[in-house]
């Protein structure tokens, strides 16, 4: 038998990190911390505490139920280049 495929959602991913996940709360954050640099670890940003940086690591590392939703949260919290700057 197959185990159940979790399809978890950036809510459920805020409400996992103790934090509001109301689509205004989710949006403030992101307009708040959105200039995370490419070269500071997601888990290593200053606002986190150490359990969510903690849970934010071991998901990744782990690759399991978490890690789609993550990777996402750590896109779109990075610094985007201008257009037209070279990588």
């Not at 185990?3 to 959602?9: E, G, L």
């Not at 991913?13 to 500071?40: K, N």
């Amino acid at each position: 038998m197959d185990s159940p495929q979790h399809h978890n959602t950036m809510t459920d991913l805020f409400d996992q990190l103790g934090l509001p996940s109301s689509p205004e709360a989710i949006s403030t954050f992101f307009s708040s911390h959105r200039d995370l640099p490419l070269t500071t670890r997601l888990w290593e940003a200053p606002f986190w505490s150490p359990s969510q940086a903690s849970f934010l690591q071991e998901g990744l590392q782990a690759d399991g139920d978490w890690a789609e939703i993550i990777d996402a949260l750590n896109a779109s919290l990075r610094r985007q280049p201008p257009l037209g700057a070279s990588a």
